[in-house]
């Protein structure tokens, strides 16, 4: 016999409903909610990626409440608008996570350049985030975010619309944002950049935390930090020729169709 579901996984939209630029963008953010299952960085049902849609209008997609990161598929995410309102028919229930709505709402509303916004709890990211120095660019990774990261003083829960104006106020320009004993942000101006940002922001933690973990003192100087600082954004284009979220990205959803090709549903 059937045990009743609490929650059903939804239908959502059609293809047909959506504008094929709509739908590309679904279809890359699934992709990204399928990735970072698979690189271990989701939390249970909790955590979101948001995309701006394309047009107009100020609505972005964001993750169905009660889903895991891998049942995530194109047609499932929600279209919202900028106050939370679910925009569309959806044959399904729908459901928001407020943090979600109060942290994505924010910057999609003041960062215009921004299309995809990505948060995350791992643990490498949290015990950066709790760690006083913050992140420390000592290795390639993180050196390659140097002058991109800013600090968000801890609120606790993020479900206050008061916190929005000071969120906006702390990343100001910024596409990586440390949010003190919480987690970790990315800010970026497609999908593939802003989870190819986590990559590396996360990547970069987790080679932290190893480092300190052998007590001995960390190589670097102010010297060569400002010489990266440099040299990175005239590097970019040798390393990825369409930026952080053209080729690396593109190989991941290669990678994806191979292995997990539902999301694309």
């Known amino acids: ?7 059903d996984l939804p239908v959502g939209v059609r293809r047909d409903q959506c504008s094929p630029e709509e739908w590309q ?7 990204a909610y399928r990735l970072t299952d698979r690189f271990g960085w989701s939390m249970l049902i909790f955590n979101h990626i948001t995309a701006r849609v394309p047009g107009k ?40 996570n407020r943090a979600g709505y109060v942290i994505h709402s924010a910057i999609h509303a003041a960062r215009h350049d921004v299309q995809c916004v ?3 709890h791992t643990v490498a990211g949290e015990a950066v985030a709790s ?30 619309d008061g ?22 942000l990315t800010a970026g101006n497609s999908v593939g ?25 960390l190589h670097g100087s102010q010297d060569m930090l400002t010489r990266i600082a440099d040299l990175v954004p005239q590097q970019q284009h040798f390393i990825t020729p369409t930026g952080l979220g053209g ?10 169709d191979r292995h997990d090709p539902g999301y694309r549903d």
Not at 1 to 7: I, K, S
Not at 131 to 160: C, I, P, R
Not at 193 to 211: D, G, I, P
């Open 25 to 31: 963008v679904r279809t890359e953010l699934a992709a």
């Open 118 to 120: 990505m948060h995350t």
């Open 163 to 184: 916190e929005k104006a000071r969120l906006v106020a702390d990343i100001g320009d910024k596409k990586v944002l440390v949010l003190r004993n919480h987690g970790m």
């Open 193 to 217: 950049e802003a989870f190819m940002l986590m990559w590396l922001l996360e990547h970069a933690c987790r080679t932290q935390v190893a480092a300190l973990s052998m007590g001995q003192p």
């Open 131 to 160: 760690s006083a120095a913050g992140l420390l660019h000592v290795n390639q990774d993180s050196m390659q975010l140097t002058g991109q990261v800013a600090y968000h003083e801890f609120e606790g829960l993020a479900v206050d």
């Open 57 to 96: 209008e100020e609505h972005f997609l964001i993750n169905n409440f009660g889903l895991m990161y891998d049942e995530i598929t194109a047609s499932n995410l929600v279209k919202i608008d900028l106050d939370g309102n679910v925009v569309g028919d959806y044959a399904g229930e729908t459901r928001i």
């Open 1 to 7: 016999m059937n045990q009743p579901r609490d929650f």
């Open 247 to 256: 080729l690396p990205f593109r190989s991941l959803m290669r990678w994806l």
